[in-house]
């Protein structure tokens, strides 16, 4: 059975020439780069694929292409409700506390006075964050009441409506580092140090991968965050701390070249042996679906 | 041959280059976008926006 498999990518970078590549070595992959710029909804052959994998960088777009594609017959990698969850660190951390997942203390605040009480109750230092931010953009490190008045005053007068959802974290000590794990169809596949110079440790801010054990409170944390949120593809960042391993963040659409530097697994490849085996399932079930029909 | 549209020069690209592929200018660094392999060009990369992450 051959498997039209799509790769949503309007930019090629490492990662995604890197799954293009492994796609083409396979004689039962046929493979569409699809890029958002160069279609528009419904002018376009996104029926025909089995399977899409979202490697898009804009989150926005990606976000609204994988619930158009919902529920069409085509299977997503991740589903939309990951993606949905993964996209905003509020319903994610909502999400894990609601299951007992541990992640660091955190508020979500509606308004700029609330967002101030939320800084006060969480405790200084705290950690201001955008809910749908990446690459610790627009991550502030608030060390007293002065700082966060001027922090959600700044925050006040940026355009983006999301800058008026405010997800207010505790600041967890790690010494610069976190830890970033994969995990693929629920099975822990790595993970990394990212250490950095900055306490924002991550690669897109030149944070720098070092070996990290896969021991079994990590893989435990991850699996049962992976199973929260609905399983798929997803690096999950991982904060340590004097209650153990903490979800940070989790990402659907993971970054992996500098991580794959001290990983002995192939991401990559595994990432579309996942791909290739959810589309298979996923034809049986549309399938078995028809002939109900 | 592609051209780099900051400083002109003549990028050759790799067999295995693949369209959207962001590579940079080994003269300027500037970074290039692959918006054609036949025949070769590039163009100026799409700076970050807000929304780009993973």
Redesign the interface.
Known sequence: MKINLGILASRIRLEEKLLVKEARKRSEINLTIVDPREFTWDNSNLSELDVLLDREISQSRAYHIMELLSNTGITLINDFETVQLCGDKAFTSVKLKKHGVPTPDFRVAFDRESALKAVEEIGYPAVLKPVDGSWGRMVSKVNNRESAEATLEHKSHLDSHYHSIYYVQDFVETGKKDIRAFVIGGEVVGAAYRKSDHWITNAARGGESHPYPLTEELETIVSATSDVLGGGALAVDLLESERGLLINEVNCSMEFKESMKVIDRDIPAELLDYTVERAKVGSEEVTQQQCLV | MASCPECGTEIELPD?T?????LDCPTCGLEL??VSLDPAEVDL??EE??????
């Open positions: 295995d693949i369209k959207n592929e962001i976008e692959v990369a799409p926006e807000e929304d780009w992450g993973e």
